[in-house]
């Protein structure tokens, strides 16, 4: 691997974990800086939405989210593009005070434009049941 690869990789990875904590605060203007005004966002049902609507979508997550965490979580570059995958592992704080927890697996597509790496593509499904009650270590989550 070189070393621009490497460092890529690096960058790509604290801009995953940048869009995870602004999904995490909620911070819209964030995830608008991280995402190219073309971005698309496509669900486990084959549904796809804009920025704009993605952004709306994360505004109106019902209770606070109180962790957005990546597991697994492989990185490739590809020249310009860089795709990281893995699972998105959710806590949620609802406002009946209950818990919930939540795991996608995830494909977020990156692209280098002007020198700066840039969200284009995200896609998520419900992870498998062992993935979903399983914590960050392997443990199961306390529900």
């Not at 505004?59 to 990185?75: C, H, L, N, Q, Y």
């Not at 806590?91 to 795991?103: H, K, P, Y």
Request: avoid cysteine.
């Amino acid at each position: 691997m070189s070393t621009t690869s490497t460092d890529d990789i690096r960058t790509l990875t604290e801009l995953e974990g940048r869009v995870m904590r602004a999904i995490q605060t909620k911070d819209l203007e964030a995830i608008k800086s991280l995402t190219t005004e073309d971005f698309i966002y496509r669900g486990a049902d084959g549904a796809e939405m804009n920025r704009d609507a993605f952004i709306v979508g994360i505004a109106e997550i019902p209770g606070d989210i109180t962790s957005v965490e990546a597991e697994k979580m492989k990185s490739h570059v590809f020249g310009d593009t860089g795709v990281l995958a893995g699972i998105q592992r959710s806590q949620l704080r609802m406002t009946d005070g209950s818990e919930v927890t939540d795991a996608v697996y995830f494909t977020d597509v990156w692209q280098r434009r002007d020198g700066k790496w840039l969200m284009v593509f995200a896609h998520s499904s419900p992870a498998a049941p062992t993935e979903a009650q399983q914590g960050p270590e392997g443990a199961p989550q306390q529900q």
